[in-house]
């Protein structure tokens, strides 16, 4: 068993910068590539970023790059989504998950956090 917490959500203007953390804990863990997904009210789930726990290898979904940030502290366990230019868009309940395969694709998730709720005002 895999846990991921995820912190770091709020409120943020437009334009405005967020850090979100996942704490990963649990058997095995090391062993899982970590993932950031995002869902707004009223729409499907979006895969964000993931980072390659094996090469740091880094995949962005179109809507983030450029803006958005994925990276690792393995002494801390934790991996970081660090979010700029943060506009309405992006606002969405974000969440981590554990996969063995790198990917942003919900179904191949083997785990997951409960999120956390970024909001951006205009």
């Known amino acids: 068993q895999v846990q991921l917490v995820e912190s770091g959500g709020g409120l943020v203007q437009v334009g405005g910068s967020l850090r979100l953390s996942c704490l990963v804990s649990?058997?095995?863990?090391?062993?899982?590539?970590i993932a950031w997904f995002r869902q707004a009210p009223g729409k499907e789930r979006e895969g964000v970023s993931c980072?390659?726990?094996?090469?740091?290898?880094?995949i962005y979904a179109d809507s983030v790059k450029g803006r958005f940030t994925i990276s690792r502290d393995n002494a801390k366990s934790t991996v970081y989504l660090h979010m700029d230019n943060l506009t309405p868009g992006d606002t969405a309940v974000y969440s981590c998950?554990?996969?063995?395969?790198?990917?942003?694709?919900?179904?191949?998730?083997?785990?997951w956090g409960k999120g956390t709720l970024v909001t951006v005002s205009s």
């Open positions: 998950a554990a996969t063995i395969t790198p990917q942003i694709l919900a179904p191949g998730m083997d785990y």
């Open positions: 649990g058997y095995a863990s090391h062993h899982y590539s």
């Open positions: 980072i390659d726990n094996k090469t740091g290898r880094t």
